[in-house]
C-alpha cells in the first residue's frame, strides 16, 4: 500500500476540476454577474457593484461551501458504511440516521398542527429545523449503537438500521396523515433538500463539525483496510473490532446528522459517489479512498447544484431531485461498463 | 537414519524444558455457551505443542475441529480450562499482543474487494505499522520474504479475485508469514484444492516450517498425506483425544477412533486408510 505515487495524477486533475466548478457554481445564478468580479471578490477584493458583493460573498458563496461539504461528507460516510458491512448496498443513510433526522423535523412541523399549537409560528428557523433533525437523527444512532453492541454480526446491524428507517417512516406517515396541507408541504419542502439560506454562523458550526468527522476518519484507515478481509482476519491483526466500529458508526451518524440537518436529506450521493471512485481508481486502500471520494463528492454536489439553479432562470430545483435524476444514470452506466462492483 | 536418531534425541532434550513449548492447553473445554445452556463439544484437552513442529489436527465432519482452531487463536471463549501461549495465559492477551504470536489462514472467503495480492499480504503486518499504515524497509522486506517463500512473486501484481483457488490459498500463506508470528493456525487450507495443489500446499508449509522454525498446526481431511508429512497429530475422535507422533499414534490403534468402522479402515502397513472390501 505504499504505491500512492500513481494516484497523483488523478488527485491534480481532481484538484483543477473543483476549483473549475466552484467558479463555475459561483457563477451562476438568477442575478449574472461578470466572471472577472467573482475573481475580485473570492480573492478579497470588492465587486464593481454592492449587490454582487452581497449576492457573492453572503448567498453563492456560502452555497459553495455547503455544497463541498454536504457532497464529500456524505459521500464518505457511504464509503466507511459500505466497507464497515462490507456491502455494497449501503450507504449513509442504513443506519436510518436521515430517517431519525427526519423524524426529528416532522415532529417540530408535522406535531406543531397535531399536538396544538405550541410550536405554531409562521414558519421555522434554520436552527429550530437543524436542532429537531440532530436530535431525531442522534437518538435514532444511540438505538442503533446500543443495539449494534448487543449482536455479535455486523449485518444485524445494517437490518436493524434499515428496521429503524421504516419505524420512523412509519410514524412521519401517520403524523402526515393527521396534519394539515400547509405544515405537509412545509415537510415536503424540507425533505426535497437544499444547500443555500446558510447564514455565516450556520455555517461555521456545520463545518467545525464536518473538519471533526473528517479529520477522525484518517485514524480508522488502518481498521477499514483490514475490514477488507473480513471481521475474523481484522481481529487477528490485532484490531479492536468493537471500538473501530463504534468510532466508525459515530463518524458516520455525526456527519450524516448535521448534514441533514441544515440540508435537508439528501439521497445518491453517499451511495454512488464512493463506488465511482472505487472504479476511477480501482484501488481498495482508504488511503487513497478516502481523499478521492471526497473529491469526487465534492464536485458532483456542486454540478448538481449548479444544475439545480437552471442558469439564468428564477427558479431552482430541488437538490435531492437532482441528484437522483443525474446521478443514477451514471451509476447504472458505470455499472453495466465494468460489470463488477466492490465492497 | 543416524541424523533422524540425533532429531529424535534433540526433540526429547526439547521437549523437557519447558519453554519451548508455544502453546499448551490444560483440562480445556471447548463449545458454545448460550444463557441458557452450554454446549460441550469436547473436553479435558490437554496438549502441548513444541515448537517448530508441523502439527495436523484430524477429525470427522463436524467433531470440533474449527471449533478447537477458533479457540485456540481466541476467536473464541473456551468453556474451560486453560489456554497458554509462550506460557501466558491466551485470555489475557490483547489481540493488539496476540497478532504477533499467532497468525490465521480461515476457510472463508474474502469480501470483493480491489486488493491486490501484494496489497494483502501488506495487510499481514497491520500488527506492525504505524498508525496510519505506512509500511517501514522493514515491513517491505518481510513482505517480500514471504512472496518469495511462497513463490507468488509472478502473482504480486494481480487482483486477488482473478487467482484460482491454490494460488488464493498461497497468497493468504504468504500473508499470515508476513504478519511474522510463532504460531499459523490454517484451517482445512486444502479444502478445494485437487491433489496436485493440495500437496503443493503440505509440502510449502512442511517446508516452512523447517525453514523458519515456526509452529503450524492444520486442520484437514487429507490424512493420508497429512501422515506422511506432519510431525506430530492431534486427533479428535467422539470419547478422546489423541495427540504424538504418527508411530505413536500407530501404535495406539489411534487412527482407527476416527472414523465408524463399517467403510473404511486404517491399515498400519501401509499408514493409511483403505477402503473395506466386501
Given at each position: 500500500?505504499?504505491s ?28 449574472s454577474?461578470p466572471?472577472k468580479?467573482i475573481?475580485k471578490s473570492?480573492?478579497?477584493g470588492?465587486?464593481?457593484?454592492d ?6 460573498v ?6 459553495a ?5 454536504v ?9 466507511l458504511?459500505?466497507?464497515l458491512?462490507r ?5 449513509p ?5 436521515s430517517?431519525?433526522a ?5 415532529l ?5 398542527s397535531v399536538?396544538?399549537g405550541?410550536f405554531?409560528l409562521?414558519g ?7 436542532i429537531a433533525?440532530?436530535?431525531?437523527a442522534?437518538?435514532v444512532?444511540s ?8 449482536v455479535?454480526n455486523?449485518?444485524s ?8 428507517g ?17 405544515q405537509i408541504?412545509?415537510y415536503?419542502?424540507?425533505?426535497f ?9 450556520e455555517l ?17 484507515i ?19 473490532i ?11 451518524s ?18 454512488a ?5 472505487k ?5 481498495s486502500n482508504?488511503?487513497?479512498?478516502i ?6 463528492g465534492?464536485i458532483?454536489?456542486?454540478?448538481c ?6 442558469p439564468?432562470?428564477?427558479?431552482t430545483?430541488p437538490?435531492n ?12 452506466w458505470?455499472l453495466?461498463?465494468?460489470?463488477k462492483?466492490?465492497? | ?11 526429547l ?11 499448551k492447553?490444560?483440562?480445556l473445554s ?6 441458557k ?7 479435558s484437552i ?19 475441529k474449527?471449533?478447537?482452531l477458533?479457540?485456540?487463536?481466541k ?13 501466558k ?5 490483547t489481540?493488539q ?22 496489497e494483502?499480504?501488506?495487510l499481514?503486518?497491520?500488527?506492525y ?10 515491513d ?11 513463490e ?12 484460482s483457488?491454490g ?9 499470515a508469514l ?10 482445512e487450507p486444502?479444502a478445494h484444492l ?7 500446499v ?5 517446508k ?11 486442520s484437514?481431511?487429507?490424512i ?13 475422535t467422539e470419547?478422546?483425544?489423541?495427540s504424538?507422533?504418527?508411530k ?10 476416527l472414523?465408524p468402522k ?8 501401509l499408514?493409511q ?6
Amino acid at each position: 500500500m505504499n504505491s500512492s505515487n500513481k494516484y497523483t495524477k488523478h488527485f491534480l486533475i481532481l484538484s483543477v476540476l473543483l476549483i473549475v466548478f466552484l467558479f463555475l457554481n459561483i457563477s451562476l445564478g438568477s442575478v449574472s454577474i461578470p466572471f472577472k468580479d467573482i475573481f475580485k471578490s473570492l480573492t478579497g477584493g470588492i465587486a464593481s457593484k454592492d449587490s454582487w458583493q452581497t449576492i457573492i460573498v453572503n448567498f453563492r458563496l456560502p452555497k459553495a461551501i455547503t455544497a463541498i461539504m454536504v457532497g464529500s461528507g456524505l459521500s464518505i460516510c457511504g464509503l466507511l458504511m459500505q466497507t464497515l458491512f462490507r456491502n455494497p448496498l449501503a450507504g449513509p443513510f442504513v443506519l436510518g440516521i436521515s430517517s431519525g433526522a427526519s423524524l426529528g423535523v416532522a415532529l417540530l412541523i408535522l406535531g406543531s398542527s397535531v399536538f396544538g399549537g405550541a410550536f405554531l409560528l409562521a414558519g421555522f428557523s434554520n436552527w429550530a429545523l437543524a436542532i429537531a433533525a440532530s436530535i431525531g437523527a442522534f437518538l435514532v444512532l444511540s438505538a442503533v449503537i446500543i443495539a449494534a453492541n448487543r449482536v455479535r454480526n455486523t449485518m444485524s446491524i445494517l437490518i436493524i438500521g434499515l428496521m429503524f428507517g421504516s419505524l420512523t417512516s412509519a410514524v412521519i406517515s401517520v403524523l402526515a396523515y393527521f396534519s394539515e396541507a400547509e405544515q405537509i408541504q412545509q415537510y415536503m419542502f424540507w425533505s426535497f433538500g437544499s444547500l443555500g439560506n446558510l447564514t455565516w454562523t450556520e455555517l461555521s458550526v456545520f463545518a467545525i463539525i464536518y473538519i471533526i468527522g473528517i479529520l477522525s476518519t484518517f485514524a480508522v484507515i488502518k481498521p477499514l483496510n483490514s475490514f477488507l478481509l473480513g471481521e475474523n482476519y481484522a481481529k487477528s491483526l490485532g484490531i479492536n473490532i468493537k471500538k473501530s466500529r463504534n468510532i466508525i458508526l459515530l463518524i458516520t451518524s455525526l456527519l450524516t446528522g448535521v448534514i441533514t440537518a441544515f440540508s435537508g436529506p439528501i439521497a445518491f450521493v453517499g451511495l454512488a459517489i464512493p463506488h465511482i471512485a472505487k472504479m476511477l481508481f480501482s484501488t481498495s486502500n482508504h488511503k487513497i479512498l478516502i481523499p478521492a471520494t471526497a473529491l469526487i463528492g465534492a464536485i458532483v454536489l456542486l454540478i448538481c447544484d449548479s444544475i439545480a439553479q437552471l442558469p439564468t432562470s428564477e427558479f431552482t430545483l430541488p437538490i435531492n431531485a437532482i441528484t437522483s435524476l443525474f446521478g443514477a444514470p451514471v451509476v447504472i452506466w458505470l455499472l453495466i461498463r465494468k460489470k463488477k462492483i466492490y465492497v | 537414519m543416524v541424523i533422524n536418531k540425533k532429531k529424535e534425541n534433540l526433540r526429547l532434550i526439547l521437549s523437557k524444558s519447558e519453554k519451548h513449548i508455544v502453546l499448551k492447553t490444560e483440562n480445556l473445554s471447548i463449545g458454545y455457551q448460550t444463557k441458557k445452556q452450554q454446549t460441550i463439544i469436547a473436553s479435558s484437552i490437554n496438549l502441548s505443542v513444541e515448537k517448530g513442529k508441523f502439527i495436523a489436527l484430524l477429525g470427522k465432519n463436524g467433531i470440533g475441529k474449527s471449533t478447537l482452531l477458533r479457540t485456540l487463536s481466541k476467536v473464541q471463549k473456551p468453556l474451560e480450562g486453560s489456554i497458554k501461549i509462550n506460557q501466558k495465559e491466551l485470555s489475557t492477551y490483547t489481540n493488539q499482543e496476540l497478532s504477533t504470536s499467532l497468525s490465521l489462514v480461515l476457510t472463508e472467503r474474502l469480501p470483493l474487494s480491489q486488493l491486490t495480492v501484494f496489497e494483502l499480504i501488506a495487510l499481514g503486518r497491520q500488527p506492525y505499522t504505524n498508525w496510519i499504515d505506512k509500511l517501514s524497509p522493514n515491513d517491505l522486506k518481510k513482505i517480500l520474504w514471504a512472496i518469495e517463500e511462497t513463490e507468488i512473486t509472478h502473482l504480486k501484481d494481480k487482483r486477488f479475485y482473478e487467482l484460482s483457488d491454490g494460488q488464493l490459498q498461497r497468497v493468504l500463506i504468504a500473508r499470515a508469514l508476513a504478519q511474522d508470528t510463532e504460531i499459523i493456525i490454517l484451517d482445512e487450507p486444502t479444502a478445494h484444492l485437487d491433489i496436485h495443489h493440495t500437496f503443493k500446499v503440505f509440502s510449502l508449509l512442511k517446508k516452512l516450517v523447517e525453514k523458519t522454525g515456526k509452529t503450524i498446526i492444520i486442520s484437514t481431511h487429507e490424512i493420508n498425506l497429512a501422515i506422511q508429512l506432519a510431525d506430530e497429530f492431534i486427533l479428535l475422535t467422539e470419547k478422546e483425544i489423541h495427540s504424538g507422533t504418527s508411530k505413536e499414534l500407530i501404535n495406539q490403534n489411534a487412527f482407527e477412533k476416527l472414523f465408524p468402522k463399517e467403510l473404511i479402515s486404517f491399515n498400519k502397513t501401509l499408514e493409511q486408510f483403505i477402503i473395506k472390501k466386501n
